[in-house]
């Protein structure tokens, strides 16, 4: 009687399933199955049998499950294994075995991200990061134990939230929340007293936020004028030591600074241009035998705000 179960279940396995490889090897991508969909990752195998041994207690394990698959592929290391189940329902049917023993071990069931035959040749285009940042939202005032799914369940209509750093939870108490497009991102932006937990989110666009931290970096970094702030000066410098140095200067201000030994000065130049030509000619400059440090002078330091 077994063995006429045995021979039932051969054919139904010889009718879906490829031949047994008899090398240990893991297979090559051209081996692999195209319904990477129906993917099975099993894990916790028996490493200590040999590859042939896992691979026949598996098919005999699906096929006494009534699970029809088309091929078990064993790594390298026996400690897993992937089986291209023939349809979603019997990838279903295998997921709710997890737990379940294999040579004295027991499986671990998951979903496979297996890569399909056509990924590797033809690599889709990249999504344009401002694209990308036009269908995402930016959320603040996360509670720090909240979950991915409280942030769904505020907006279902969520392809994927992240948490900075790719942390599981919300360390920094943001989010980033992203929509299959630009209108749908919009249409959350305006959503009314988002909550999680009893606590109001702030709900912001990221393409704003980046774009104002870019203008605020290239206001910090660009000249604000056409003066040059000199410091590192030794105690005896004077005007005319440094209008031999800098000979276009159009005017020169030392503070007087009693308390202070280390000096410094504002060099004034008729155009900007001057003053990022001087700046340039500066790196290795020495005054009365010291090295001096220059740079162009932010509006903080300008010399009616030093005396």
């Not at 948490?163 to 108490?173: V, Y």
Request: glycine fraction near 4%; proline fraction near 5%.
């Amino acid at each position: 009687m077994e063995r006429q179960q045995e021979e039932r279940g051969d054919k139904k396995v010889n009718g879906k399933r490829k031949a047994e490889p008899t090398s240990d090897s893991s297979p090559s991508k051209k081996d692999k199955t195209s319904n990477d969909g129906f993917c099975l990752f099993v894990g916790n195998l028996n490493n200590t049998k040999t590859s042939e041994e896992i691979r026949n207690s598996l098919a005999k394990y699906f096929t006494m499950q009534n699970l029809l698959f088309q091929d078990i592929r064993l790594g390298r290391s026996k400690t897993h294994a992937f089986v291209d189940m023939t349809s979603d329902m019997d990838l279903t049917k295998a997921l709710a075995l997890n737990g379940e023993e294999i040579l004295d071990k027991p499986m671990k069931m998951a979903k496979a991200k297996v890569k399909s035959n056509d990924q590797g040749k033809v690599k889709a285009p990249p999504v344009a990061k401002k694209v990308k940042d036009n269908r995402c939202l930016f959320l603040k005032n996360v509670p720090y134990d909240a979950t991915q799914e409280d942030i769904r369940k505020v907006f279902q209509r969520a392809i994927a939230v992240r948490f900075p750093g790719g942390a599981k939870g919300p360390t920094q108490g943001i989010a980033f929340v992203e929509f299959k497009n630009k209108a749908i991102a919009e249409e959350m932006l305006k959503k009314q007293k988002a909550q999680i937990k009893g606590r109001d989110l702030i709900v912001d666009r990221i393409r704003q936020r980046e774009v104002a931290k870019a203008d605020s970096k290239k206001a910090k970094a660009a000249p604000s004028n056409n003066i040059l702030f000199v410091k590192h000066l030794p105690e005896t410098v004077n005007e005319p030591h440094l209008r031999c140095v800098f000979k276009k200067a159009v005017r020169i201000r030392i503070p007087p600074m009693k308390d202070k030994p280390k000096r410094f000065a504002f060099v004034e130049f008729a155009t900007v241009a001057h003053a990022k030509k001087a700046l340039q000619f500066s790196k290795t400059l020495k005054i009365c035998n010291k090295a001096a440090k220059v740079e162009m002078c932010r509006n903080s330091l300008q010399p009616g705000n030093a005396g």
